[in-house]
């Protein structure tokens, strides 16, 4: 549990409220060099939460485990008086922000991370949506449209909310489940994939796809009807849009391997054509294209793909078109 506040700062929005994510002393070499992980129950019957509690609104703002762990030795999160009265005044608000990495932010890096704010009487409901985003390990794209709903009705803990959202069967998410080689990329990506190898199927331009059950891209292997072999990467496109109306859509690992910061951002070699599932913010399992080397380029990494991208008209419809475009 942590706190917020809004103080007047210098430099800052006056209309701007503070959490500050911080555990232990940043000047302790010992500590900043240790490990220090939250606590997940890996029978999944207790449940981890991250909250921060704004006393002077009255609220609780509840913050994405996954993204704090391990916990930071020292993170600042800013959100609106907008957001703090709509939280006030229904009891419940969601946004989503971006996230930017540091030496001191623990698993925190640049992504993207759905906020839910929420009075006190609403803790239950709340409870029932992180029970149901931890279980399914859903990813800020899919957590966002869970903790809409909630905000008039309290999460069902069973399948069949799942089923209508999705518009598959139980019968169909449990093949999803079963032909991934792990749970959590199923639940996080496999209903996106499997949407994605149906308009793949569909698709007269071509011959095959075969899933991808390895580790790491790609989703799928492709073989075009013009004998080309491509590798489509599939990612869920984020629900909420830039403020000039572009979707996005995140593009990284969940986390980097140790020592290496630069291995949670994929190079374009990892896969020909990254697949952007436009539920999230269409409410339609449509897709759109781009060739991995016309995504932009991370800004301090050279030769990795930044981890937002902008699905702009450049992208395409079908995989085709998004082939025939010229390479960056």
Not at 4 to 16: G, K, L
Not at 70 to 80: D, E, H, M, V
Not at 81 to 106: L, M
Not at 228 to 240: F, G, H, I, L, Q
Request: glycine fraction near 8%.
């Amino acid at each position: 549990m942590f706190a917020a506040n809004q103080v007047s700062t210098r430099n800052r929005p006056s209309d701007e409220h503070r959490a500050q994510v911080r555990y232990g002393d940043v000047n302790n070499e010992a500590w900043r060099l240790g490990a220090h992980p939250l606590g997940f129950d890996p029978t999944d019957l207790d449940l981890t939460v991250v909250l921060v509690a704004h006393l002077d609104a009255g609220l609780f703002i509840a913050l994405d485990p996954r993204a704090y762990d391990p916990l930071p030795l020292g993170n600042s999160i800013y959100f609106k008086d907008a957001q703090i009265a709509q939280a006030q005044a229904d009891g419940w608000a969601v946004w989503e922000r971006d996230t930017h990495g540091g030496s001191r932010k623990g698993a925190v890096g640049p992504g993207l991370e759905t906020i839910i704010a929420f009075t006190p009487d609403r803790l239950f409901d709340f409870l029932a949506v992180e029970r149901q985003a931890q279980t399914l390990q859903l990813d800020s794209a899919l957590r966002f449209p869970v903790a809409i709903r909630a905000a008039n009705e309290r999460p069902a803990q069973k399948l069949h909310e799942l089923e209508e959202a999705f518009q598959l069967s139980s019968t169909d998410l449990l093949d999803i489940v079963g032909r991934n080689s792990r749970l959590a990329m199923a639940v996080r990506g496999g209903v996106a994939e499997h949407h994605l190898g149906v308009v793949l199927d569909s698709d007269t331009a071509v011959l095959s796809a075969r899933e991808g059950h390895q580790e790491g891209p790609p989703d799928y292997f492709v073989r075009m009807a013009d004998g080309r072999d491509v590798t489509v990467e599939c990612k869920n496109a984020s629900p909420k849009l830039y403020a000039d109306g572009t979707p996005k859509v995140e593009v990284q690992k969940t986390r980097a391997s140790q020592g290496d910061p630069t291995s949670r951002y994929y190079p374009p070699a990892a896969f020909d054509v990254l697949a952007a599932c436009m539920y999230g913010p269409t409410g339609s399992w449509t897709f759109r294209f781009r060739r991995s080397s016309e995504l932009d380029e991370h800004p301090q990494h050279k030769g990795r793909i930044a981890p937002l991208q902008r699905i702009t008209p450049q992208w395409s419809d079908t995989l085709a078109e998004a082939l025939s475009s010229t390479p960056a």
